[in-house]
């Protein structure tokens, strides 16, 4: 399952977001520092308009969505390595995920307190990277004296994760992310354990005020120019208007939103964010027992996008029968579809595509 942290300084909006987006989510959204005293998380359905037709073409029994795990942790203060505030002994719940939602408040308002006194993109950007930083920094450097001996006695695998390390080191002490470090495949297995904060892929969520949703403002401006400069994607969102969306059917979410001007809530954006951040594709099987959607990489061979299913069907493989989602639609059933010859047995080298739809046949 995708997993995706969201941190951010205290009442920029976080656990409002959770609470809006996670289902049962247990966050306290109130209005002062440090209110969220665990790490909470919650799962999503990533939603897939594509499941419903299939479903129906196949007279499925039932629809399993793929779904993204949210871990939402206690604001971060300046000094949060050093012990202040709450959120530091947190971060160890989210070095285990595949990418950072970084939330920034981009909305003024005098009832809800700042806890640096001003709303200031830039700053809080910048002071979260930093105690992200100098967290993998006391990380890095305790590993390096644990691995030092080791690689002196000829350990090869201490070797590699060693040199690595000490070039990742003086980045950190800088106070620069270790993502701008460049590592081949080799030295980025050396590391992968330590789940390094700063080596993950960050989405900025700018939460704006209703108003401001449909055209951004100065603010977001800033969060953007910030993320160009780091690679990072930007999704701009009102907490706000995501947790009016609970209690309103589809129907009425369509409306409110179109009504301020926006196609789709900060949910919908915020996964397409993360599936483009991560190189991810979604693939689909359907049958009369479920249609599912399955997530895999981008460039992933059919027996690896078998082996998402079960590790047996990635040993066995023997084909894919692969047809595209909309050219599947168009014929109406897999066996229109193999009439129209747009049903294809793919072998061991095809690439999967987004939307393919796929039934495998492998040897048990």
């Keep these: 399952m995708l997993r995706a942290g969201i941190v ?39 939603p897939d308009e ?38 530091n002994q947190f971060l160890a719940s989210i070095r285990e995920v595949d990418a950072i939602v970084h939330v920034v408040r981009c909305f003024d308002d005098d009832g809800i307190i700042h806890v640096d006194g001003s709303v200031d993109p830039q700053r809080d950007i910048e002071t979260i990277n930093l105690e992200l930083a100098l967290a993998d920094l ?8 644990r691995i030092r001996k080791q690689a002196r006695g000829n350990n090869k695998e201490a070797q590699a994760e060693l040199e690595v390390l000490e070039k990742i080191l003086p980045v950190l002490d800088a106070g620069q992310p270790a993502r701008v470090v460049t590592l081949d495949e080799e030295e980025e297995l050396a590391i992968k354990s330590l789940g390094l904060l700063t080596r993950k892929p960050i989405i900025y969520g700018a939460n704006v005020s209703e108003d401001d949703l449909a055209t951004g403002n100065a603010w977001v401006e800033q969060v953007r120019a910030i993320a160009a400069s780091d690679g990072a994607k930007v999704v701009v ?15 009425e979410q369509a409306d409110f939103l179109g009504a301020l001007g926006v196609e789709e809530g900060g949910l919908k954006s915020l996964i397409r964010a993360t599936y483009d951040l991560l190189g991810l594709r979604t693939y689909l099987t359907t049958g009369e027992q479920e249609t599912r959607a399955w997530t895999i990489t981008a460039g992933m061979k059919a027996p690896q996008a078998a082996g998402v299913i079960h590790s047996d069907f990635e040993r066995g493989f023997i084909r894919a029968e692969t047809v595209s989602y909309d050219d599947l639609v168009n014929a109406g059933s897999m066996a229109a579809a193999r009439e129209q010859g747009t049903l294809r047995s793919e072998g061991k080298e095809y690439v999967v595509q ?6 495998f046949r492998f040897n048990v």
């Design 8 to 46: 951010g300084l205290p009442n920029v909006g976080k656990s409002t977001l959770f609470n809006a987006i996670v289902v049962n989510a247990k966050a306290d959204a109130a209005n002062f520092p440090f209110c969220t005293i665990e790490p909470n998380v919650g799962t999503v359905t990533v």
């Design 50 to 87: 594509r499941l419903v037709v299939l479903a129906e073409l196949s007279h499925s029994k039932q629809i399993v969505p793929t779904r993204i795990k949210f871990v939402d942790i206690a604001g971060l203060v300046k000094g949060a390595s050093k012990g202040l505030g709450k959120g």
């Design 138 to 145: 006391t990380l890095v450097a305790a590993r390096i004296d």
């Design 237 to 251: 969102f009102s907490a706000q208007v995501e947790s009016e969306l609970i209690d309103l059917s589809p129907e």
């Design 354 to 359: 987004e939307g393919d739809v796929v039934l």
